[in-house]
C-alpha cells in the first residue's frame, strides 16, 4: 500500500516526480489553497500519512499531536534545482516518519 503524501503549497510541484513511490497530492489539488498550517494539518490527517514541506514553521504553529507525520526540508530555498539534491533523504524520511514526528532535514 503506497504512503499518501500532501505536498504543501511552497514546495515546487517539479518535485513531485522524485516522490514516484507514493501517492502524492498538492495542496492546490485537495482545494486547500491559502488554509493555515494548523488547520491543513487537521484537514491532512484522515487522508495522509506524511506531509512535505519546506516552510521551517510549518508544524510550530500546531498545538496538540500531529495526526500525521510531517517532513521539514530546511534549506533556504523554493528553488527546485537548490531542493532537488535532498530528495533522496526527504524519500527515506517520508519513508520512516510516523503520525506526530517532525524530522527536519538539510538544516
Excluded at 530546511?74 to 524520511?93: I, N, Y
Amino acid at each position: 500500500m503506497p504512503l499518501h503524501v500532501l505536498l504543501d503549497e511552497c514546495v515546487p510541484k517539479q518535485l513531485r516526480q522524485e516522490l514516484g513511490d507514493f501517492e502524492v497530492r498538492t495542496v492546490q489539488e485537495m482545494g486547500w489553497a491559502g488554509v493555515k498550517n494548523g488547520a491543513l494539518i487537521q484537514l491532512a490527517g484522515p487522508d495522509f500519512d506524511c506531509v512535505f514541506t519546506v516552510d521551517r514553521w510549518f508544524a510550530s504553529t500546531y498545538a496538540g499531536t500531529l495526526p500525521v507525520g510531517v517532513v521539514i526540508l530546511q534549506v533556504g530555498s523554493t528553488d527546485p534545482v537548490k531542493l532537488r539534491p535532498h530528495m533522496a533523504a526527504v524519500v527515506e524520511a517520508l519513508r520512516t516518519t510516523k503520525g506526530g514526528e517532525v524530522p527536519r532535514l538539510g538544516a
